[in-house]
């Protein structure tokens, strides 16, 4: 018994999808994005239909079924019943697609990754767990030089770093908005006013690149400065980031 030309293309594009599933989700062990399967199913309806559709009779053979349905008077019940029935599909389906849903959203920003304990920064191998900023503490034995040091720290956040995070450090800098995820703003009580200085370091240094595989991947636009930035640089910047927002870096001393 000969299949029909259209059963034919349905078993083959159900076939190909099923065949992703199966793959990607039993033998990979690794799920495959629903848009991306839309996707290839979008390139894989348009190659079954060229193939199916190759010739004159080829053509004729494949909507046959549906030039049948469509136009012999003894089909009228099944012709009012597919004819019913696919509009209600379609209709659930979108009614479907715009429920809310309570999961949270795939792809979610974490605004304060862990860090490592240790990380190679400048070369060398540093314990960020007892790193700390080596002018914080002119702050209270030298003001006047831990003003100097604060000023150097806004030059260099000025040159490098306003552009993304903004001149009022709100996250809102000229080129803000072509950035996704947006920069962070660090007037908010839940960005820097929660972190470590050896946190910082290591988050400036290292940018982008620098944060943990083992949750990648991450979404970050910040430059591994320490290959633009010299050490001295980055600790003034961080003493500028605190001083201009009026935070105070937390310390061990205070967890």
């Known amino acids: 018994m000969r299949i029909p030309r259209l059963l034919q ?21 690794a799920v495959i ?47 009012n019943i597919v004819f019913t029935l696919i509009p209600l599909m379609v ?14 959203p795939v792809e979610l920003r974490t605004i304060h990754p862990a860090p490592p304990s240790t990380a190679k920064i400048y070369g060398q191998r540093v314990n960020l767990l007892s790193l700390e900023n080596p002018y914080r503490k002119l702050e209270k034995e030298d003001p ?40 962070l703003n660090f007037q908010d009580v839940g960005t820097i006013a929660q972190l470590q200085e050896s946190y910082l370091f290591w988050r400036i240094a290292t940018g982008g690149p620098g944060l943990p595989k083992e949750a990648a991947p991450w979404i970050s636009s910040m430059p591994v400065w320490q290959n633009f ?22 310390s061990w001393e205070h967890e």
């Not at 040091?149 to 803000?176: E, F, R, S, T």
């Not at 930035?229 to 937390?250: A, C, M, N």
């Open 9 to 29: 293309a349905v078993l083959v594009f159900a076939g190909v999808y099923f065949g992703f599933i199966i793959v990607f989700d039993y033998l990979l062990g």
């Open 33 to 79: 994005p629903k848009s991306l399967l839309t996707m290839y199913m979008f390139f894989v309806a348009a190659g079954v239909f060229m193939v199916f559709t190759y010739d004159e009779e080829d053509t004729r053979e494949l909507v046959a079924p549906v030039k049948a349905l469509v136009e012999d008077p003894a089909k009228r019940g099944i012709r």
């Open 91 to 104: 209709g659930y389906f979108v009614y479907d697609q715009m429920q809310p849903g309570f999961e949270a």
């Open 144 to 183: 006047e030089e831990f003003a100097a040091m604060v000023n150097d720290g806004a030059a260099v956040y000025i040159k490098n770093c306003q552009y993304c995070h903004g001149d009022k450090l709100d996250g809102k800098g000229p080129y803000a908005e072509g950035l996704n995820p947006t920069p």
């Open 229 to 250: 930035l010299s050490e001295e640089e980055i600790w003034k910047v961080i003493l500028f980031l605190y001083d201009y927002t009026g935070h105070q870096p937390r």
